[in-house]
């Protein structure tokens, strides 16, 4: 199996590490990181094991490689700055499957619309991941992987590659929904990635332990978008996440780590999207809509801090 990583952040480093320590060919394209992973590689601190992954290659465009990937792993934020298909291009072969590994609702369309003639596999990550220097990843806790065919169904190719995820160690279920898994994600990621920037830098555990109606409140809220928009949840979702939330080490979102640093916000694919969706089907909503409206005039603030 030959696997090309597109993004060597937390995500991408991480799991690209994984696929290479049960045997798979991994290259990765590389941009800021470049020059240190082309030298050094990838040093992954973990729970499952500290590991050094050295790329099979390292480029900085997917046009430079050698051989045409079976898997394109595209791990970048979905942001309005970043031309996803553009990343793609020159990366793909006949018969290369595009595997989305990426938070949001409604994130894959896109991508899907570029390259039609292309399997498209998307995947959610649950996993508490930080990169921490150049080539450096620090794993926290969590790991699992959803994988499933857009716009449905599991096919062989999102099997096999489930298969070797979980050959690495990783907990990886393929599912026939993908749509939904989404849904279930968003009920997390609302709240929390939100709330971690417009608190100032709370880590979750402050934010549910102070805030724990107002957290319930926003989850609720997606659950009642997600079955209007023909996703139903569990009905424990919310009770599930707040436990588990609570379980977890304190943890910085990666929204905040991204707001810390300077760089684009997901907010349009993690709320924006999902704000649309529930006004669409006249879902009341407010405390999502009220939070989107927060984070926007968080955002415009920077841009005119930042002179843009």
């Not at 030298?39 to 601190?45: A, C, F, S, V």
């Not at 099997?159 to 160690?169: H, K, Y």
Request: proline fraction near 6%; aromatic fraction near 6%; include cysteine.
């Amino acid at each position: 199996m030959n696997v090309l990583v597109i993004g060597t952040g937390a995500i991408g480093s991480f799991y690209g590490s994984m696929l290479a320590k049960a045997g798979v060919d991994v290259s990765v394209v590389a941009r800021t990181d470049f020059e240190y992973i082309r030298r050094h590689g990838i040093h992954l601190q973990s729970k499952l094991g500290n590991y050094h992954f050295l790329p099979k290659q390292v480029v900085r465009d997917a046009a430079e490689l050698t051989e045409k990937p079976d898997y394109v792993l595209l791990c970048i934020k979905v942001v309005e700055q970043v031309d996803r298909p553009a990343l793609l291009r020159g990366a793909l072969g006949p018969d290369s499957a595009i595997v989305l590994i990426s938070n949001g609702i409604g994130v894959e369309q896109e991508i899907a619309d570029a390259y039609p003639m292309h399997e498209l596999i998307s995947g959610l990550a649950f996993i508490c991941v930080t990169r921490t220097a150049p080539g450096s990843i620090w794993h926290q806790a969590y790991g699992r992987l959803a994988l499933g065919n857009y716009p449905g169904g599991a096919s062989e190719k999102a099997r096999a590659l489930g298969a070797m995820f979980t050959e690495s160690g990783i907990s990886c279920i393929l599912t026939e929904d993908i749509t939904t898994a989404r849904w279930q994600k968003c009920v997390w990621n609302a709240p929390f990635n939100p709330l971690s920037v417009l608190s100032g830098g709370l880590s979750t555990n402050d934010i549910l332990s102070s805030q724990e109606p107002l957290v319930r409140a926003l989850m609720e809220e997606i659950c009642a978008v997600a079955e209007a928009s023909g996703h139903p949840l569990p009905a424990d979702s919310v009770d599930r996440n707040v436990d588990s939330t609570y379980k977890m080490p304190p943890y910085k979102t990666s929204m905040l780590l991204d707001f810390e640093a300077g760089r684009p916000l997901e907010t349009e694919a993690i709320l924006g999207n999902a704000v649309r969706i529930g006004q669409g089907l006249r879902v009341p909503i407010p405390h999502l809509e009220a939070v989107y409206a927060l984070m926007k005039l968080r955002e415009l603030r920077v841009s005119r801090e930042s002179g843009g």
